[in-house]
């Protein structure tokens, strides 16, 4: 369905996009698309939705280039982030004109509209002005519109910003039916959790470039190789150190007022470790704070594993 | 608010509608409509055309009635019945307003999409930017074409409702009335569609559109009088657009035709590259 063939986007002088090439295959799915700000997911999502041609390399989507193509765009949904109409105009007017945009008129659009609405729970709202709508009201109503013409391929960018709990997860659970309907879906997050709940398989981008593509347990295994930083709060700062040093995924250990920071590798098998010694209370725990399980930190490591 | 869960019918046959242009004209004329903003113009010109079509039935009344004889010759000195008469029917206090109109209402056009960052969604649909920026042009020039319309159409049919072929507003007049009228929108939709295009918000847009026009004036005048040459005047947007109606019915006006039609040119040209630059779908970034 998408092949990018060492496709790069340039500003000008700047790099938004180093070459990268990647391929999903046909037929419903959820692909994360992982990144933190200036990560290259927005340069990424305007390849893949037409708006910009690629600077070099070639980008296919349906086995044709999507720049300036109609038949490609209306298979396309796509979901920007952020609000994108007059705060004033009523929602339904909103989408009867971008319905009519990708060429649904009279009964037609009458009926995708009153289905994408009872699909995104805003039949009841759809008359309210923009306005009047919370955050999470016109998150929704981006979506009924990326849903109008029901496209091949959905295209979500950072969908969850803003939204509550209750409504990520409902959203999760909206895009997941999608996905066993036959949609392909690609969301961009900057949030790792967030992604791994939603799907098992990432493209990772940093700095413009696409360091990881696989599944989830893969990229976990990926950053197990390097060592995370935790901040042990105890009692005693010698029975932390006693402690950690019998441990065999210990890296480094930096004795502090109440307290130790520990590197270790592995995280996944130390931290179970870590829970049963306090449960026998061998471990005079009082807090624990980890110091680099950010996602910054994470492209931190993969960065330097590509440097 | 439960989201339920997806059913998804056969698909949609697509392209059934109206052409990406014209939707986004329509929808743009419905929400201006819809306006308080688009309220008010609409009755200021109903108002407008409501006195020229008093004062036309007037003009009739008393070149007909003989009683009437020495008032008319009286009121010719502001009710004159030849060409100059007809070149006014698109002047005065119609045009000032309609360039207000034009400015307040095409100044938001494209920036109220660079606002709301709306242009990278229209062009993620089958739209192609010669669609976004035709659509925006025809409704930029096209409201204020069907406003000078009706200035035109309107007193001539009561012309010649009133007076057959002998009524004050000749039965040839829309012949050269019509054209003015497409040059005038023209240029009015160009340039406020530039304006737009320049502006990150339709207030800054009107500001523009008002810029360029007071602007414009300002240096066909500095040039004019800088050079001693008065061609230079048609620069100046509100000259251009008095000077046109004047123009096509064969009278004195303050520009000449042949830098009317090259100032024409320039501004229509000028205007819409600019906003063709500003509106390119690489212009509109996520």
Redesign the interface.
């Known amino acids: 369905m998408i092949r990018l063939e060492r496709a790069s986007l340039r500003?000008g002088d700047i790099l938004g996009l180093s070459p990268t090439s990647f391929e999903l295959p046909d037929g419903g799915g959820i692909t994360g698309l992982l990144g933190p700000n200036g990560a290259g997911k927005?340069s990424l999502?305007?390849l893949l939705?037409?708006?910009?041609p690629p600077s070099g390399g070639e980008v296919r989507i349906f086995g044709e280039t999507p720049f300036?193509n109609?038949?490609v765009?209306?298979r396309?949904g796509?979901v920007?982030?952020?609000?994108?109409?007059?705060?004033g105009?009523r929602a339904d007017?909103w989408l009867r004109?971008?319905g009519?945009?990708?060429?649904?008129?009279?009964a037609?659009?009458d009926?995708?509209l009153r289905?994408c609405l009872?699909?995104?729970?805003m039949a009841e709202r759809a008359r309210m002005p923009f306005a009047a709508m919370s955050k999470?009201?016109r998150q929704?109503i981006r979506l009924a519109?990326a849903l109008l013409?029901?496209p091949t391929l959905l295209i979500l960018?950072e969908p969850f910003n803003g939204l509550d709990p209750e409504a990520r997860l409902?959203?999760m659970?909206?895009l997941r039916?999608?996905a066993q309907?036959?949609?392909r879906v690609l969301v961009s997050s900057h949030i790792l959790g967030e992604v791994a709940q939603l799907t098992d398989r990432i493209l990772l981008l940093f700095r413009g470039r696409l360091l990881a593509e696989g599944s989830v347990p893969e990229i976990r295994e990926l950053l197990d190789r390097h060592p995370v930083e935790l901040r042990v709060g105890a009692e005693s700062a010698v029975a932390v150190a006693r402690w950690a040093v019998e441990q065999g995924e210990l890296v480094s250990l930096r004795m502090e007022e109440g307290g130790a920071i520990v590197a270790v590798r592995n995280p996944r098998t130390f931290l179970p470790r870590l829970q049963d010694a306090v449960a026998d209370g061998i471990l005079p725990l009082r807090t624990l704070d980890p110091l680099d399980l950010n996602l910054d930190a994470v492209f931190q490591y993969l960065t330097k594993d590509h440097a | 608010m439960p989201i339920y869960a997806p059913s998804l019918p056969p698909r949609p046959s697509l392209n059934e509608g109206l052409p990406p242009a014209l939707v986004l004209m329509r929808f743009d004329l419905r929400r201006v409509m819809r306006l308080k903003l688009g309220k008010f113009f609409g009755f200021l010109f109903v108002g407008i055309l409501l006195i020229l079509c008093a004062q036309l039935y007037f003009n009739h009344l008393m070149g007909s009635r003989r009683e009437l004889a020495d008032l008319k010759r009286a009121t010719e000195a502001f009710l004159p019945q030849g060409a100059r008469f007809q070149a006014q029917l698109l002047n005065g206090a119609m045009l000032l307003v309609l360039w207000l109109q034009a400015a307040l209402v095409g100044g938001g056009l494209v920036a109220r999409d660079t606002l709301h960052r709306i242009r990278p969604l229209i062009y993620a649909h089958p739209v192609t930017q010669a669609d976004y920026l035709g659509a925006k042009l025809l409704f930029a020039a096209g409201l204020p074409f069907l406003i000078m319309t009706a200035y035109v159409i309107l007193p001539w049919g009561l012309s010649l409702a009133i007076a057959g072929a002998a009524g004050p507003v000749w039965p040839t007049a829309p012949l050269r009335l019509l054209p003015a009228a497409a040059l005038i929108a023209l240029l009015m939709g160009a340039v406020t569609l530039g304006a737009s295009s320049l502006a990150a918000s339709p207030k800054a847009g009107f500001g523009w559109a008002l810029g360029i026009v007071v602007g414009s004036a300002a240096l066909g005048g500095v040039l004019g009088g800088a050079l001693g040459d008065p061609s230079w005047h048609a620069l100046g947007l509100g000259t251009l657009t008095k000077a046109w109606p004047r123009l096509l019915f064969g009278l004195e006006a303050e520009v000449a035709l042949a830098p009317a039609i090259g100032a024409t040119l320039l501004h229509i040209g000028l205007w819409t590259s600019i906003a063709a630059m500003r509106t390119r779908s690489g212009e509109a970034i996520l």
């Open positions: 500003y927005s999502i305007q939705s037409g708006l910009l300036r109609p038949a765009l209306a396309i796509l920007p982030e952020g609000d994108r109409f007059p705060a105009l007017r004109m971008m009519r945009l990708s060429g649904l008129e009279g037609t659009l009926q995708a289905r009872a699909l995104t729970g999470g009201m929704r519109q013409h029901e960018d409902q959203l659970d909206l039916g999608l309907g036959g949609t």
